[in-house]
């Protein structure tokens, strides 16, 4: 699997330019979209997935244009939107028999196969009779979950797929794409939580202002911000010149008062202590002090 994107450009009726001129090359494997909101992540992800035309540019999918194969694109795609809505009358199981058909699967026992085994993936076989509507949050955002990958596509796309799980339900989120990724598919999520891209992708995007601030590997751009993630065991006085002039990453309460973690090209008149980078550390850094400069 293979998705080339091309100068792609996205304005909107109000001039508001939502996405400028991206390239992108996406492969087999989990790929992170990573940025603010309003970054432009969502209107890439509509374009990917057929509901929204750009104004400029184009994109691939295995050598299928999007623009002229909708339909052929679309019988490979699983879809989890962040707004996911589904029919408040089925209960649990047949909403996603429902989904199973509009997927391609005809015959009724392998469908109903596929539902248990989907369900039992996401957690959710024990409440299968329940109504969807009655479903606690998280278990919505399950089904959800469920119904992108009951058709086992070769392109999914989750926007903002760990909204409103918590963290055990994360946990068999990032199990069950690791799964998933060991086939010829491409699964690109979307988010603004770091920690979902730095768990389980191999290959990311930054977006910024509708821009494409930086593509590689977590490791790519974890060495990007070596040198310049700092740590400082402080109160008082101190703690307020970091909050005014440097980005501050966490601030944990101590006895004497905080242990601050932040980012800088270089720290004066503090008594700080350098630490290695994560990629929370490097996501702050990129957007702060090079992706504005660039």
Known sequence: MNISIQELSKVYDNGKCALSDINLEIESGMFGLLGPNGAGKSTLIRILVTLMS?????????????????????D???????????????????????????????NKKQRLQKVDMWLEKVGLFDVRERNADKLSGGMKRRLGIAQALIG????????????GLDPEERIRFRNIMSEISRYDAIIILSTH???DISSICNNMALLGNGKLSFN??????IEKAVGHVWQINTSGTDYDILKNNYPVISTIPTDNGWNVQFVADTVTNLNVTQIEPTLEHA???FMEYISNNN
């Open 54 to 74: 750009p104004t400029a540019g184009k994109v691939f999918i295995n050598q299928l244009d999007l623009s002229k194969n909708r339909g052929e694109v679309r």
């Open 76 to 106: 490979m795609l699983g879809y989890l939107p962040q707004d996911f809505r589904f029919f408040t009358k089925l209960k649990t199981w047949e909403f996603l028999d429902y989904a199973a058909r509009l997927s391609g699967i005809k």
């Open 152 to 163: 086992e596509p070769k392109l999914l796309v989750v926007d903002e797929p760990t909204t």
């Open 193 to 195: 939580i770091v920690g």
């Open 216 to 221: 590689g590997s977590p490791e790519e751009l």
């Open 283 to 285: 996501y702050v850094y």
